[in-house]
């Protein structure tokens, strides 16, 4: 709570700062507020605190504040409610109720937006938490693609439940790394066809793997590397990739073998800009994860997809 509300006193009006949870006003304001002079208002203050009433250091705080050169001394809301009893005005006691409803406003619209984001936060820990339910159950998951599964899992919820403070959306987009250049088209038909030949060699693919449909792997890149208002749409590497490798999956761009393509130009991109290893020289996700996640956006409602496009940033996220 940060913020400026108005009080409208008998000479006129005071802009009164909230700020931890209290109300604050400079001496100045006081002397309007009370009606008094300043050597009355400065006076009552400073026997307030050498009386041992309040401590200074908790009930006065400096700030700088518009059109002044220096910082200036303001007094929470008890130090201006002893100000009114001492000199004894009814302005006090008017403002001292103003100022309690108007806390207890502000402390319960707060209580009630953090409710509201611990709900939709929750909300959307089970729904990725039943995507991976789904995907556990999927005849296409190996015991090794199972083990990738769970450190997923282990990852996010370590996100989830340690990283975020209290007050913010606990599956926002991590800290992220800008830019990010993507293959041209050439570049990602030429790679494709490399994995291609390698594939059918060992008998893991046949002609149909990576057999473009239509225009979608131009269209894809294109998408990807648009931009709005002169800024791009999807700004940093990991959001390049983890809609990189979505796109891939759920657009089906190919005939066959759209998992495999997706995981392929996903680590293929980040290994073109320097993001495939983590400070350690360690994968950020090594091949049986990797292998998982591909799976559990196969098996992910399209309607979920800004879920699995966090948890696939989240899964990316190092340091920066």
């Not at 910082?71 to 929470?76: A, C, G, R, S």
């Not at 990602?188 to 225009?215: N, W």
Request: aromatic share 8%.
């Amino acid at each position: 709570m940060n913020e400026i509300s108005i009080y409208q006193a008998e000479n006129g009006m005071i802009e009164v700062r909230l700020e931890d949870d209290t109300v604050w006003l400079t001496q100045a304001q006081m002397v309007a507020l009370f009606g008094r002079d300043q050597s009355v208002i400065s006076r009552h203050i400073g026997n307030i605190f050498k009386d041992g009433e309040l401590e200074r250091e908790s009930n006065m705080q400096k700030m700088h504040i518009a059109n002044s050169d220096k910082p200036t001394e303001l007094y929470n809301l008890d130090v201006i409610i002893s100000v009114g009893y001492r000199v004894k005005s009814q302005q006090g006691t008017r403002f001292r109720q103003w100022a309690t409803r108007l806390l207890r406003e502000h402390l319960t619209q707060g209580f009630t937006l953090n409710r509201q984001r611990f709900e939709a936060n929750a909300t959307e820990l089970e729904a990725a938490l039943k995507l991976v339910k789904k995907a556990a159950q999927s005849s296409e998951l190996l015991a090794d693609t199972g083990r990738g599964l769970v450190d997923i899992v282990t990852r996010y919820a370590q996100t989830f439940l340690l990283l975020q403070r209290y007050d913010e959306g606990l599956l926002t987009e991590p800290k992220t790394v800008a830019g990010g250049v993507l293959p041209t088209y050439q570049e990602a038909s030429i790679a494709l066809q490399q994995l291609k030949v390698g594939l059918i060699a060992r008998g893991e693919a046949t002609e149909l793997f990576a057999l473009e449909r239509g225009d979608g792997l131009i269209a894809l890149l294109g998408n990807l590397d648009q931009t709005a208002f002169g800024e791009p749409v999807y700004p940093s590497i990991e959001a390049k990739a983890a809609h990189l490798l979505y796109f891939v999956i759920k657009n089906h761009p190919f005939a066959d073998g759209n998992k495999r393509s997706g995981a392929f130009l996903f680590i293929d991109f980040l290994n073109r800009n320097g993001c495939l290893l983590d400070k350690n020289r360690q994968p950020v996700i090594n091949d049986i994860g990797l292998a998982a996640l591909a799976l559990l956006v196969a098996e992910s409602n399209p309607n979920q997809k800004e879920t699995m496009i966090r948890l696939i940033m989240n899964m990316l996220a190092q340091e920066v």
